[in-house]
T-cell receptor
Framework: QKEVEQDPGPLSVPEGAIVSLNCTYSNSAFQYFMWYRQYSRKGPELLMYTYSSGNKEDGRFTAQVDKSSKYISLFIRDSQPSDSATYLCAMGGSEKLVFGKGTKLTVNP | GAVVSQHPSWVICKSGTSVKIECRSLDFQATTMFWYRQFPKQSLMLMATSNEGSKATYEQGVEKDKFLINHASLTLSTLTVTSAHPEDSSFYIC??????????????FGPGTRLTVL
């Protein structure tokens, strides 16, 4: 079993839709959970970061962590064409990060 | 926000040559830098962790004699792909972190370097 599993998609939604992205993990030692957005041929940029179970909201983005189920989610409300990118979950301790494969999202106008 | 640059952004080289990629933290001092490799439609795979002034720690399966990492200053790390072959063609991304320790410190990613070996 891989440490981090993420459905690569692709996922295509109409503009304005709510998008749900998910990752599961197997290592209970992971303490920090991140979501990165990566545009084609660019480096990842951090969207959301959390270190505890529960929800964290930032504008149109909500990150959820359920440590008991080893499951994390990213919700995007009122999705925009500019949200079209690959979204990678990442998690780890104080040192290394382990990344999911990324989910390619396309928001159609 | 913190900015990390990489140079070059893309490089094409002949098989058997060596290629050096630079990673710089522009507005902060990076005690730790990470080097990742990303193949098409794949995740970022950590290659090595580099702390300023000490030898890099390589992940299992990464040849340290092939991928030479130098982190000589708090703002610069270099990755040299020695005797590159077509299978080394990939997107190489560095990230930099300001502080080490028990608490999480965000990794800031560079824009990546696309290497194509002919």
């Amino acid at each position: 079993q891989k440490e981090v599993e993420q459905d690569p998609g692709p996922l295509s939604v109409p503009e304005g839709a709510i998008v749900s992205l998910n990752c599961t993990y197997s290592n209970s030692a992971f303490q920090y959970f991140m979501w990165y957005r990566q545009y084609s041929r660019k480096g990842p940029e951090l969207l959301m970061y959390t270190y505890s179970s529960g929800n964290k909201e930032d504008g149109r983005f909500t990150a959820q962590v359920d440590k008991s189920s080893k499951y994390i989610s990213l919700f995007i409300r009122d999705s925009q064409p500019s949200d079209s990118a690959t979204y990678l979950c990442a998690m780890g301790g104080s040192e290394k990060l382990v990344f999911g494969k990324g989910t390619k999202l396309t928001v159609n106008p | 926000g913190a900015v990390v640059s990489q140079h070059p952004s893309w490089v094409i080289c002949k098989s058997g040559t060596s290629v050096k990629i630079e990673c710089r933290s522009l507005d902060f001092q990076a005690t730790t830098m990470f080097w990742y490799r990303q193949f098409p439609k794949q995740s970022l795979m950590l290659m090595a962790t580099s702390n300023e002034g000490s030898k890099a720690t390589y992940e299992q399966g990464v040849e340290k004699d092939k991928f030479l990492i130098n982190h000589a200053s708090l703002t610069l790390s270099t990755l040299t792909v020695t005797s590159a072959h077509p299978e080394d063609s990939s997107f190489y991304i560095c990230s930099a972190r300001e502080l080490a320790g028990d608490s999480y410190n965000e990794q800031f990613f560079g824009p990546g370097t696309r290497l194509t070996v002919l």
